[in-house]
């Protein structure tokens, strides 16, 4: 496999794409064939999910950002990307932590 790796824990939110029938036997396939455990949060606790927690602090930072510094189009493109490029890896760390 390309990105998991033996030991790795895949953790994945409710939605139903990921909970479907079929995911089932990929759960098992992912396990018994690269010993990589899929785990899923529980429902309705979006303060456990990193990317939420990710989604959030953009939300929260893009409140103070001055897109009318930015030219041309796609403003709110420009500015979460900006965003995105000054978080640190110990800030992705702290979504992780909780």
């Given amino acids: 496999m390309r990105y998991l790796q033996a030991g790795d824990v ?4 409710n939605a139903t794409n990921h909970m479907g029938k079929d995911n089932t036997v990929l759960e098992e ?3 018994t064939e690269h010993m990589v455990l899929v785990l899923f949060l529980p ?7 990193p990317i939420e927690l990710m989604w959030n602090c953009m939300v929260q930072w893009l409140k103070y950002f001055d897109i ?5 189009s796609h403003r ?3 500015a979460a990307a900006s965003i995105l490029d000054r978080i640190t890896h110990n800030e992705i760390y ?3 932590e909780k």
Wanted: positive net charge; hydrophobic residues 55%; glycine residues 4%.
């Fill in 29 to 31: 396939w992912l396990l």
């Fill in 94 to 96: 702290r979504f992780y």
């Fill in 43 to 49: 429902a309705r606790a979006p303060e456990w999910n």
């Fill in 10 to 13: 895949l953790i994945l939110d």
């Fill in 76 to 78: 709110v493109v420009k």
């Fill in 68 to 72: 009318l510094q930015l030219t041309g």
